[in-house]
């Protein structure tokens, strides 16, 4: 027998390597790849009476329904979400010496997906999500951040393929060791939108929503009126909640779906930095100015221990941010990502605290325009819970909206919001989850030992707070009392006026509401969004407004 073998010249092996240099980049690496399905020229081949519906087939089988689930009530404890299936589990570059378990999709910020926090976290070790004994669940508010999405359209990552796909086609660029993959390495990631897996995780909030609180479904008089604004991926995070929740034959019968417009100038409290000026300023900027200051120091090491792997290209720190970025869109977008395990488990915690100073000071409690942005969620909140229309109108809050009782329902057991991380974040300073700051302000030279303030656990992927209404006796003919839990997390109330310390974070709700009626008449729209404001140095601002000093009277 003759054996016969055929070589086949890929671009990427086209290069001769001299043994012992680097090998060459190939001509398309840092190039952008990306397709559409369909693909191009795909036809339909068949029509519609061919692929007949549901309705028109018949024979569906027994359909008979059961009751509602109610886990949160009636379960001893909570179903934990700590997978990210079918995410593969990304290593640091010194995991494998590593004497204790590194997660490094736990250091990733706001770009982490979503995973349960442990309430002894926010400073209550000795609750859970499950309605305290005693108590009955009465009503339920959802705010929740969309999915995975890719970059921004603005953001980093696609600079650092550009620079790369530049040094091709200049004198070329040469990469080793743990770069060595960037030779042949191309940018796959779309902007703005879901991601695969994002899409996933807002169906699966969906369906455990529905299982914790579905029983309130029987207190409603109406379909109820969910909210989301008109950014695509917060479209498409709405409609696979609704899926998840109701279920994919009927979701889009069974609610309506308020879309509230998201552009400049109009007011919208999902989206509140579309009207506030001081939100795309040197205000907002002051948090990417803070955490590069930090990203300076923990990343010198790391661009000296890199930039003899690169040849040909000048690489910077701003360069590393963007590869560590890439670890986390690459990881939710395609499943893996060979950026990860570039960087050491030191770096990565690094990275995890250079997004906790961006939120910190650009979309936290140390910003001054924070607290104004989220106060109008704060005045649609007690609207709800008070079941009193809005009169008053100088915040984010949309008139239209709030004073039309089919567009801005007051008497729903259950509300669902869906927004944006750096708006969930308002909400939490502008509702004075004070325990959440308890350390600032963060410093920028040093990651703090007892910090309190990790973005990772309160504005991930999929993030989500709910407020749970009780009555506490049970037998109580009216709400009582009020919590919140952040991704099965239960809060601290006692940064609110009259809110009580309490091991089950509950909070009278004659008194809550009265906290948040004192937020709304202290917090300044109009100073904290358009007047002309700078950040005082030093920035000891825990509260999201300018120092008392510096208001107006």
């Known amino acids: 027998m003759v054996l016969r073998s055929c070589l086949v010249l890929l671009p990427l092996l086209s290069l001769a390597v001299v043994k012992g240099s680097p090998a060459h980049a190939s001509s398309f690496a840092g190039s952008t790849s990306t397709f559409l399905f369909p693909p191009a ?25 059961g009751d509602e689930a109610f886990s949160i009530q009636t379960a001893t404890a909570i179903a934990k ?6 995410l ?20 990733l910020g706001n770009l982490s997906p979503w995973q349960s926090v442990d309430s002894s976290s926010f400073g209550l070790p000795n609750t859970s999500p499950v309605i305290p004994s005693g108590c009955e669940l009465r009503q339920v508010h959802l705010a929740h951040r969309h999915g995975a999405r890719y970059p921004t359209s603005d953001g980093v990552t696609s600079g650092f393929a550009a620079k790369l796909q530049t040094a091709v086609a200049g004198a070329g660029f040469s990469a080793s060791g743990a770069l060595s993959f960037l030779n042949t390495w191309t940018y796959k990631l779309g902007a703005e939108i ?12 969906g369906v455990g929503f529905r299982v914790k609180y579905g029983d309130l479904l029987k207190g409603l008089t109406d379909l109820p009126v969910f909210r989301t604004t008109s950014e695509e991926r917060m479209i498409d995070s709405a ?32 989206a509140p930095y579309e009207n506030c ?27 000296k221990r890199l930039s003899p792997l690169l040849h040909g290209v000048n690489l910077t720190i701003n360069d590393l941010v963007a590869m560590q970025e890439l670890c986390a869109y690459e990881t939710v977008s395609l499943g893996f990502s060979q950026f990860c395990d570039v960087f050491t488990e030191e770096e990565w915690e690094g990275f995890e605290y250079f997004i906790d100073l961006q939120f910190w000071y650009g979309n936290g409690p140390g910003n001054p325009t924070t607290a104004a942005m989220g106060i109008g969620y704060v005045e649609e909140l007690v609207s709800r819970l008070t079941q009193t229309r809005i009169t008053t109108f100088d915040s984010a809050v949309n008139a239209t909206i709030v004073t039309n009782p089919v567009l801005f329902p007051v008497n729903q057991s259950i509300y669902v919001d869906a927004s944006h991380d750096t708006v969930l974040s308002t909400f939490y300073v502008a509702m004075n989850f004070s325990s959440l700051a308890g350390n600032g302000p963060l410093p920028t030279d040093h990651i703090p030992k007892d910090q309190t303030y990790f973005v990772n656990q309160l504005a991930p992927f999929g993030s989500n707070l709910v407020g749970q209404v009780l009555s506490c006796p049970a037998s109580s003919s009216k709400p009582t009392h009020i919590r919140w839990i952040l991704n099965d997390g239960v809060l601290p109330l006692t940064g609110i006026k009259g809110c009580k310390s309490n091991s089950n974070g509950l909070c009278d709700l004659d008194a809550f509401i009265a906290g948040m009626k004192q937020r709304i008449e202290e917090v300044d ?8 404001i700078t950040v005082p140095v030093p920035d000891n601002i825990v509260d999201g407004q300018l120092p008392a000093s510096k208001r107006k009277n």
Not at 88 to 107: C, G, I, M, R, Y
């Open 239 to 270: 409609l696979h909640f609704a899926a998840g929740f109701f279920g994919v034959q009927s979701y889009q019968q069974d609610y309506h779906q308020l879309i509230m417009v998201e552009t400049d100038g109009q007011n919208n409290t999902l």
């Open 194 to 205: 879901l991601t695969p897996f994002g899409r996933s995780q807002i169906f699966e909030l």
């Open 81 to 86: 979400l700590d997978n990210v299936f079918p």
């Open 88 to 107: 593969v589990q990304p290593n640091a570059q010194d995991s494998a010496k590593s004497k204790k378990p590194f997660n490094v999709l736990t250091h």
């Open 277 to 303: 000026a001081n939100a795309d300023n040197a205000v907002s900027a002051f948090g990417s100015q803070q955490a590069n200051k930090w990203a300076n120091i923990y990343l010198k090491p790391t661009l």
């Open 41 to 65: 020229g795909v036809t339909v081949t068949a029509t519609d009476t061919f692929f007949l519906d549901e309705s028109q087939i018949g024979f569906a089988g027994p359909t008979p329904t």
């Open 525 to 532: 729209f109009n100073l904290g969004c358009f007047g002309n």
